[in-house]
């Protein structure tokens, strides 16, 4: 699939690692994750636009650039609060909206339980921080959820993403690039990611 960006880097493979071992604390699984965000950053700042502008060196007046588009990170409510920091510093002039969202484990379903995002969702470039993306329920109902509020230039960046999520994801939103820091094999019976990193909320905020 086209949009599908797997982002090859050694140092992703590294802190993957630490997020994946069982034994890793949290204040670590935290730092890797940041770390790895900061590339996906990266990664999806190609994505951006600019305009030109002139910049004053000590020695002369040259071209410089702006991003030209108000860009708006939409956290996944609690997951993907874990990767908004390295975003903003990456990106400082953001706004961020939150959006909650809960999936049932029982039935895999997920469920909107809160929404607040800035204005003009419609001309913004809207980044969605989730670090899984397993069955594609979540993403999929953030992406329904976003559209029906005006967005239409978005872009979605996680850790791990499973092909069934991958599938689904690009059946029902194929226009939407999918940046990932890795493909992983498939999902268990219970929807969870194999091999995975476990559950990304309770190993960020301790509440295994
Ligand atoms: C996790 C994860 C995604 C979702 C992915 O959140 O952060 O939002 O599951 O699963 P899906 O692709 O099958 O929908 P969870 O519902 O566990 O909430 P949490 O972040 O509050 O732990
Ligand atoms: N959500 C997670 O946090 N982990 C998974 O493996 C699947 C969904």
């Given at each position: 699939?086209?949009?599908?960006?797997?982002?090859?880097?050694?140092?992703?493979?590294r802190d993957l690692t630490y997020l994946r071992d069982k034994n890793t604390k949290e204040y670590q699984f935290r730092l890797a994750l940041k770390r790895i965000s900061f590339i996906l950053a990266a990664e999806i700042g190609k994505e951006l636009s600019v305009t030109e502008t002139t910049v004053e060196t000590p020695l002369e007046t040259t071209t410089g650039y702006k991003i030209a588009q108000q860009i708006v990170l939409i956290p996944v409510l609690r997951a993907g609060l874990s990767m908004v920091s390295a975003f903003i510093e990456m990106i400082p002039q953001a706004k961020v909206g939150h959006i909650g969202m809960e999936r049932d484990e029982e039935t895999l379903k997920a469920r909107t339980?809160?929404?607040?995002?800035?204005?003009?969702?419609?001309?913004s470039k809207v980044i969605v921080l989730d670090p899984m993306l397993a069955t594609g329920g979540s993403a999929t109902a953030v992406f329904n959820f976003l559209k029906e509020n005006g967005a239409n230039d978005c872009v979605f960046a996680c850790l791990i993403a499973a092909p069934e999520g991958i599938a689904k994801l690009a059946a029902e939103h194929p226009e939407i690039p999918v940046y990932t820091a890795v493909k992983d094999r498939q999902l268990n019976e219970r929807g969870y990611?194999?091999?995975?990193?476990?559950?990304?909320?309770?190993r960020t905020f301790g509440t295994l």
């Open positions: 699939m086209s949009n599908l960006h797997i982002i090859e880097n050694p140092l992703i493979k339980y809160y929404f607040k995002t800035p204005k003009n969702l419609d001309q990611i194999l091999p995975g990193l476990g559950d990304a909320g309770d």
